[in-house]
């Protein structure tokens, strides 16, 4: 299999492969599917075995973490790996389709690091995140930057970031403290494209979630907001042999400020369909600056 493209994630100078691995897909019930310890195994080696190198997860994603510490630890010179704080930790799982509620406090943060630690059995994460895209009072108030500044001093922590959203990633940018930025970006759902390039050009990695629409647009039929999108926009006419996963994939490749899009997946065959997406890289330039004009005639359109 061809060499992955890579990409400098921003100021942190860390090379990452332009696509990543979301572990969320390995939380199980009840907030997604079960999943077996030997599914975890198969999947979190493939992705190393591929030459993925950044795998992001998170506190609140079930048993995620401790799959990585059981079936991959011992490959921990592979892949830079990348958490969240804020999580509530000890909390059990939030029902299927809520959240659990966040705590950026310097205790709650300082203990979730080292569960995440504990769990990864790491000594160190390459990048913490915190969730939820809390405000810049919440983080002034709680003094959540210098905690993860201090872990950044003890080794634990190599680079901050945040996982941000609109409105509060405009205060995240100006902000000018964190070196990575997760963020929500696809073809269907396109009101971070601006914000997505105005923190690249202040030096940030980035790093886009959601950029195939977690297959929302695989199949013909669906009621999503995203197929309704896909299906005004007329993409279908410029797939050119492309399935509608991998045209997703590749249009959130076309960004020039992206560094690596992360995307989950159980399926060793997804998997590979994945990794020849990444591999044939972004839409030729025309194709991509039509579909953006097909988009914003059907209403998907980057925010003011």
Known sequence: MADLPTCQLGRTGLRVTALGFGAM?????????PVQPDQAQTVLNAVLDAGINYIDTSIDYGQSEEFIGQFIAGRRGEYFLASKCGCLVGAPPAPAGQRNPHDFSRENIIAGVNQSLARMKTDYLDVVQFHASPSAETLAQQGAIETLRDLQREGKIRFLGMSSTLPNIEQHVDMGV????????????????????????????????????????????????????????????????MSRQAFMLRFTLSHPQLDTTIVGTLNPEHLLENLAAAQAGPLRPDVYEEAKRRLAAAGSTPAA
């Open 25 to 33: 897909e390995l939380r199980g019930a009840p907030r997604g599917r």
């Open 178 to 241: 964190f070196d990575v930025f997760q963020i929500p970006y696809s073809a269907t759902d396109r009101q971070h494209e601006a914000v997505v390039t105005r923190a690249g050009e202040a030096g940030a990695g980035i790093v886009i979630r959601g950029g195939v629409a977690r297959g929302a647009v695989s199949a013909e039929g669906q009621a999503s907001d995203a197929a309704r999108t896909w299906e005004q926009a007329q993409l279908d006419d410029l797939l050119e042999g």
